[in-house]
């Protein structure tokens, strides 16, 4: 068989690229290995849920307030007014998805990817067996690679592909307690303190029964574990049953190309399509597998390799400005702890609140209130200017 696409990665990016194509009556394979699960706080936005169709049954926990800690230890608790985070557990998510789009119709492939190459009967994906550890090639007309930041595709195929920036994030899956006076079942907290991360944040993140306990870093020599073991301790959670840990490198930037001209085409964290600041991947991910799957469809339509960068102009459309201003953040107070108090002091405005959440539930910038932008923005400047004393509330 010929098929139309190989899809590289079945994570979310890759499975709901597959899932799209599958579904438009295209022939998929998807290739994945079995058995990694990526480090990840889960969270994901009510758009996820209705943009992708999720069950209910996925989402193991529905968030309503989000506490952001200084390092100073204050804590400025935000509501979530007119929505929730909702929680989902990537070892149970990221394999429903795959199973949809092998209901739809692509094919599943085990194993790992080894590299592509082309000759006058076509382009090929050698990858090597997971059951039988022999290697196999599979002939298609397209490529998405969806094989996440350390892209074997994107090093091999794009420009750039090589040089994609990231941090590490590491976490521990534990056994979640009930409510004790450092954790609660319905609240995230997001933990901007140097001794945890100097340059990132930790997180403790409810996921039912279990919870998210981690952090990230670009800095080399950080001793993640110890990190993540102190969160822990400060959180309460020291003793709490450890059940997986994992660590995995999150892009920082979206590349600047996404495509080889030819046959090929980046989606999701092969892409670098992580929300600056924050970090968020699970709803861009997803994102960049449609927007790839729909630039994958006019390419087979048209048979013009061109069609291919449809994808990074469709993301960067309804999403560049958001990253840009979620760089800026960053940038601004991700250097100090002296810049991190500031941010949590800044957390305590309700504009800055309201603003914040309903622009991460409905993945855009809010326009419709004016002055509540130009407050937000005076006193941005106020406090990146030390015009405001640290103990601002």
């Known amino acids: ?10 994570g979310p990016s890759g499975a709901t690229a597959a899932h799209d194509l599958a579904s438009a009556g295209h022939r998929v394979a998807m290739l994945d290995r079995a058995g990694r699960i990526k480090p990840c706080g889960g ?197 709490c049953e450890t059940i997986r840990r994992e660590g995995a490198p999150i892009p920082l930037r979206p590349m600047d190309r996404w495509d080889n001209g030819r046959d090929v085409v980046l989606a999701g964290d092969a892409a670098g399509v992580v929300a600056p600041s924050s970090g968020e991947g699970i709803y861009y991910a997803m994102v960049g597998g449609r927007v790839a799957a729909t630039a994958a469809q006019a390419a087979l339509a048209s048979g013009k390799a061109s069609d291919l960068r449809l994808a990074r102009k469709l993301f960067m459309k309804d999403h560049k400005m958001v990253f840009r201003v979620l760089r800026s953040m ?27 959440f309903e622009a991460y539930m409905n993945k855009k910038l809010v326009r419709a209130r004016p002055m509540a932008h130009l407050r937000i923005g005076v006193k941005n400047l106020a406090h990146l200017l030390r015009l405001v004393p640290q103990a601002y509330v």
């Not at 068989?1 to 590289?8: E, Q, T």
């Not at 810049?339 to 603003?355: A, G, I």
């Open 330 to 356: 960053q940038d601004a107070y991700y250097k100090s702890d002296e810049r991190r108090e500031r941010f949590v002091s800044l957390c305590h405005d309700v504009d800055v609140q309201r603003l914040t």
């Open 43 to 239: 969270a994901i936005p009510p758009r996820l849920i209705a943009d992708f169709n999720i069950p209910d049954h996925q989402i193991v926990a529905r968030i309503q307030t989000a506490r952001m800690i200084s390092p100073t230890q204050r804590a400025v608790d935000i509501p979530i007014e007119n929505g929730f985070v909702g929680m989902v557990d990537r070892e149970h998510f990221d394999e429903f998805l795959r199973n949809r789009a092998a209901g739809s119709g692509a094919i599943r492939l085990t194993g790992t990817f080894e590299k592509i190459e082309r000759d006058d009967s076509g382009t090929h994906v050698l990858y090597r067996d997971k059951a039988s550890g022999e290697k196999r090639r599979v002939t298609t007309k397209l490529v998405i690679g969806a094989d996440g930041a350390r892209s074997g595709v994107a090093k091999a195929e794009v420009p750039g592909g090589d040089k994609i920036p990231y941090v590490i994030a590491y976490h521990e899956i534990i056994k979640a307690p009930a409510k004790t006076a450092g954790y609660d079942p319905m609240r995230c907290d997001v933990i901007y303190d140097g001794r945890i991360s100097p340059d990132f944040y930790g997180w403790v993140f409810p996921h039912g029964d279990q919870a998210s306990v981690g952090m990230g870093t670009g800095i080399d020599g950080i001793n993640l574990k110890q990190a993540t073991a102190d969160l822990r301790a400060a959180s309460g959670l020291s003793d």
């Open 1 to 10: 068989m010929i098929y139309d696409v190989v899809v590289i990665g079945g």
